[in-house]
């Protein structure tokens, strides 16, 4: 061998030349079906051609190389029946492991090539041990290796602009002596700022991966975040407040079959409360932006439909003729006062709201209690309402009520309506329905204390903001080169790797909520972890006019590599921006895709208002007329700010050392007393014929009953 090339261009030169042949490749026959005595001993040469096979003798292969084994001569040398382009060889005994060379030659002791045979095909290079097993893997050399350059003389003291500078500055001094132009204004001075100021760039990032690298330095939420989710501790940011808010219809106004309150009224409008910020009264939807724009007040959306009635503006109780009464401390049912020829239509799971309206000393609505105020959701109701439902895009919408059966006080007839509320909404204090005032107001008889209030709404905070195009997913514009070491003959090929697509939403803060359960009380409705908090954002992706819609969720690390899902990541500043998959956990957006995002804003502490404190309205067209007032009587709850860095730091250390699986019976009963219905609880461990079994005997608060429900 003269060259080593990579393009053996001659074989198929002599294969098209008449006359000439050459060796094409060699096998060795080893195969354990073989005597031992015969295995590695016939070589199957294959050629260009057939031509000048038969008139080569034993004498004309040469068979060169060795370590151990040298001596190594052809014996026989016939042509294949059945291939004649093959020429079988045997040989005298089997070489090692070394790399022997068959060549074709005049004779055994003329080395000179046979004509009708190409120089550079007269000779192969081959292993009698290809086959056999052997516990090294030798990596082959390389002929032609590529050139080592000598290592760069690196300053790692230069890591900031001004070092580097200096450095460069320095270095072109040696290199151009005869430079020594320093002018900023200079070409050269200027590109070599250029430089320093790039250098110092990435220095700083090289600096930040480093420290972003481990959760005890992390500086960044984002990074935090992270980390802390390998430890299998999620990071929270946070969650909105709820309250619940009572719409007083304007009984002139309001239609008397209902008046149903949406989400998102037709063409897109939304209905939402706002904290105070004008003089009163509702707010047009022509003023919202300016208001948003110049009073920032605080604003709250329905978190489901609802059917509102004039009726239900404000319910009196009956005390069936008794004066000075009270609804005692841990009461759990009541009686309401209906009106025969405007029916109340309440139903089980209806909200109300018991409030002191007046003071019971004075009767004076500014000396009421503010802390008497109370939800409960009614858990029966005597006579119930009627249901009307109808279908709407296939789901089944309530659209009005229908009063029940007349039930009245056998003295005087008066229609009543029995109702009983959920034991965890049992009155926290005693609720004065009448009085007489004090002698310093004349010991006047005051009745109606307190009132419920129906047209009960669940709100929560936060703004939905228009439709936002948030960009289309770019084109695989970067290409990866492998650093793994190759030969020059076999380049490597580059892989495209689609640029990261992360998208930032432009307002702030995000809105973080629960998920809304239909719950069994009014007080569970407002109870909730903050850990249980999803970004209230909506995304469709819209490829080649296709929409399609992508899922928030926690983490990507158990989504299917189809799953159209995304992770929101809030960093300290509340700026938020979407992270999407690769492709294994999660897919990754499609080139071209071009998504658009609906979301809200407001999160937090800021959400927990006062009572009272939701004043103004703006609904879709033709509510404003018929709604006359909206108000929260209690203030809202669990707005919760984002967990800080420090706090998960802390928590996520140990985080693991929470049992969530029961394995032992004191594992079962500590498990299942976690239950906040569950006061305590005990396990036995028996054995049912073939496996052993946990029976596990629960104790509820209050003395519930284990029915099929819980």
């Known amino acids: 061998m003269i060259y080593f090339c990579c393009d053996e ?3 198929k030169a002599v294969e098209a030349k008449p006359g000439l042949n050459g060796i094409d490749f060699l096998e060795v026959l080893d195969s354990e079906a073989l005597p031992l005595d015969q295995r590695q001993r016939t070589l199957f040469v294959h050629f260009l051609k057939a031509a000048g096979l038969p008139a080569l003798k034993p004498e ?10 040298r001596d190594v001569a052809a014996m026989t040398v016939t042509v294949d029946a059945t291939a004649p382009k093959v020429l079988v060889v045997t040989v005298n005994q089997p070489g090692d492991f070394s790399t022997y060379t068959l060549r074709l030659a005049r004779s ?51 890591k900031d602009y001004a070092s580097f500078r200096r450095l460069m500055l320095d270095r072109l001094a040696s290199l151009m002596p005869d430079w020594a132009e320093r002018n900023p204004a200079d070409l050269g001075v200027t590109l070599v700022e250029l430089l320093a100021y790039v250098a110092d760039r990435l220095s700083y990032r090289q600096d930040a991966i480093a420290t972003e690298a481990y959760l005890g330095t992390a500086r960044r939420r984002i990074s935090v975040r992270r980390h802390a989710r390998l430890v299998d501790y999620h990071m929270h940011d946070g969650c909105n407040a709820r309250t619940w808010l009572h719409v007083r219809l304007d009984p002139a106004n309001a239609p008397a079959n209902g008046l149903r309150l949406r989400q998102l009224g037709p063409a897109g409008a939304r209905t939402r409360f706002l904290t105070r910020c004008l003089d009163g009264g509702p707010v047009a939807e022509i003023d919202l932006p300016r208001v948003l724009t110049q009073y920032r007040p605080e604003a709250f959306e329905p978190l489901t439909d609802a059917v509102l009635y004039r009726q239900h503006n ?66 029966r109701v005597q006579p119930a309402a009627e249901l009307v439902v109808t279908q709407e895009n296939g789901v089944a919408m309530e659209v009005d009520r229908t009063p029940g059966p007349l039930l009245t006080d056998p003295l005087n007839d008066q229609p009543i309506v029995e109702i009983a509320w959920a034991a965890e909404d049992a009155l926290q204090f005693p609720l004065c329905l009448s009085a007489i005032t004090d002698h310093s107001h004349n010991g006047q008889a005051v009745a109606d204390v307190s009132v419920a209030l129906g047209n009960i709404v669940l709100v929560d905070h936060g703004l939905t903001l228009a439709a ?46 629960a998920p809304y359960i239909d719950a069994a009380s009014a007080s569970a409705s407002l109870r909730w972890n903050a850990s249980d908090g999803l970004p209230a954002i909506t995304l469709t992706g819209d490829l080649n006019g296709t929409a399609l819609p992508w899922t928030p969720v926690r983490d990507l690390l158990s989504s299917r590599p189809d799953d159209r ?59 404003a007329g018929a ?77 519930a009953e284990v029915d099929e429900g819980f």
């Open 9 to 11: 261009k001659r074989r």
């Open 627 to 703: 709604i006359a007032s909206v108000r929260n009587p209690l203030p809202a709850v669990g707005g919760t700010e984002p967990e800080s860095l420090e706090d998960v730091r802390q928590r996520a250390a140990s985080a693991f050392r929470t049992q969530e699986r029961a394995v032992t019976p004191a594992d079962y009963a500590e498990v299942t007393a976690r239950h906040p219905s569950i006061q305590q609880a005990a396990t036995t461990l028996r054995w049912t014929g073939s496996w052993r079994t946990v029976f596990i005997t629960a104790d509820r608060t209050g003395g």
């Open 108 to 158: 055994r002791t003329d080395p000179a090539r046979l004509d009708g045979f190409d120089p550079q095909l007269s000779a192969v290079d081959f292993s009698f041990k290809v086959e056999c097993p052997t516990d090294f893997d030798c990596k082959p050399g390389q002929v032609c290796p590529p050139e080592t350059l000598p290592a760069p003389e690196i300053n790692y003291l230069a």
């Open 468 to 513: 936002e195009p948030l960009g289309t997913a770019p084109e695989s514009s970067v290409f990866f080169t492998p650093t793994g070491e190759g030969t020059r003959c076999e380049p490597q090929e580059r892989t495209p790797v689609p640029p990261r697509f992360g998208p930032a939403l432009s307002a702030r803060p995000l809105t973080f909520a």
């Open 314 to 379: 404000e319910i009196t109780f009956y005390t069936w003729g008794d004066a000075r009464c009270c609804l005692p401390q841990g009461a759990t049912r009541a009686t309401l006062m209906d009106n025969a020829t405007d029916r109340l239509r309440l139903r089980p799971g209806d909200v109300l709201i018991f409030e002191e309206r007046v003071g019971p000393l004075t009767g004076q609505p500014a000396d009421a209690n503010p802390r008497h105020r109370q939800a409960v959701r009614l858990t």
């Open 565 to 623: 899902e995304f992770v929101v990541e809030v960093e300290s500043d509340l700026a938020a921006t979407l992270r999407f998959g690769d492709d294994r956990s999660g897919r990754r957006p499609d080139a071209g895709t071009a998504f658009t995002a609906i979301y809200r804003i407001g999160n937090g502490s800021r959400g927990n208002i006062g009572a009272d404190a939701l004043v103004h309205f703006v609904a879709a067209p033709g509510l």
């Open 60 to 69: 004309n292969i040469r068979i060169e190389g060795g370590e151990r084994v």
